[in-house]
Nanobody, 117 residues
Framework: QVQLVESGGGVVQPGGSLRLSCAAS????????MGWYRQAPKKERELAAR???????TYADSVKGRFTISRDNAKNTVYLQMNSLKPEDTAVYYC???????????WGQGTQVTVSE
């Protein structure tokens, strides 16, 4: 079982920045692939960024060059630094964990990010 708690969402103006954090417990964090997904109103949940246990990263085309995912294995935490935010980045952002050797994907409760004037 993995527990994920996100923080750092909020309201920001276009062009602004936010950093999301996701604290994980209940598994060997350093072996997990961690991800950030987002879901805008009336849209399906989509991958924003992912980081594997060896630090390899994947980004959605829509966020490349603006978002950076990172992890601190000593703190069991994954981060999403979001810069140059746009109104279309408005969504609920969910942290995910894919433990090594497991077919399960665990989700956090989500944190709202709103980009608006």
């Amino acid at each position: 079982q993995v527990q994920l708690v996100e923080s750092g969402g909020g309201v920001v103006q276009p062009g602004g920045s936010l950093r999301l954090s996701c604290a994980a417990s209940g598994s060997l964090f350093r072996t997990n692939t961690m991800g950030w997904y987002r879901q805008a109103p009336k849209k399906e949940r989509e991958l924003a960024a992912r980081i594997t246990r060896d630090g390899s990263t994947t980004y959605a085309d829509s966020v490349k060059g603006r978002f950076t995912i990172s992890r601190d294995n000593a703190k069991n935490t994954v981060y999403l630094q979001m810069n140059s935010l746009k109104p279309e980045d408005t969504a609920v952002y969910y942290c995910s964990a894919d433990p090594m050797g497991s077919i399960m994907r665990y989700w956090g409760q989500g944190t709202q990010v709103t980009v608006s004037e």
